[in-house]
């Protein structure tokens, strides 16, 4: 049965990689492709119903959670997975609290990623990452407002907005 799947990735090598992954996986598809934020929310307004968004959390244009929030409104029967290098577990749980299907690190196994894709798609809850001891969640070492710029930086956040020390 033919479906439609976007694969949402600013990263164009990473995202050609994953057009291949799934044109194997899942052959019948017809499979486009986005570079940033604004593209991804005019696609899913034209054309056939989404069956699967794949979509990096770092991404030119998605600038917050609510983003994630309305794409799922939006999409109600689409299966969105967050494919992303985040491996922070608070981070995880808030894309999760959104609504979202399933959270993939980019740094797992290709046998692993394969499995958690098949598995989301065909209804499972599922979050698969692996910590990349980079960077801890708390460093003692530094003050509680170095820490704070150092998550809004792991998040792709602007430190602009911090409060004075």
């Not at 799947?5 to 990473?14: E, N, R």
Request: with cysteine; charged share 20%.
């Amino acid at each position: 049965m033919p479906c439609r799947i976007i694969i949402a990735d600013d990263h164009p090598m990473f995202r050609q990689a994953m057009v291949h992954t799934v044109q194997r996986l899942v052959p019948e598809a017809a499979i486009e492709q986005a570079g940033d934020f604004d593209t991804v929310r005019a696609q899913v307004v034209t054309g056939a119903p989404v069956d699967t968004l794949l979509l990096d959390l770092r991404f030119p244009g998605l600038t917050c959670m609510s983003h994630l929030a309305d794409l799922r409104q939006q999409l109600p029967r689409t299966t969105i997975i967050v494919v992303s290098m985040v491996d922070d577990p608070e981070l995880i749980e808030q894309v999760m609290s959104c609504g979202i299907n399933g959270f993939i690190g980019k740094n797992i196994p290709p046998g692993e990623f394969i499995e958690a894709l098949l598995a989301i798609r065909a209804g499972a809850m599922l979050v698969r990452y692996e910590p990349s001891g980079l960077l801890p969640l708390a460093t003692p070492a530094l003050t509680n407002r170095q820490q704070a710029v150092l998550r809004l930086i792991a998040q792709a956040r602007p430190t602009r907005k911090l409060p004075g020390p």
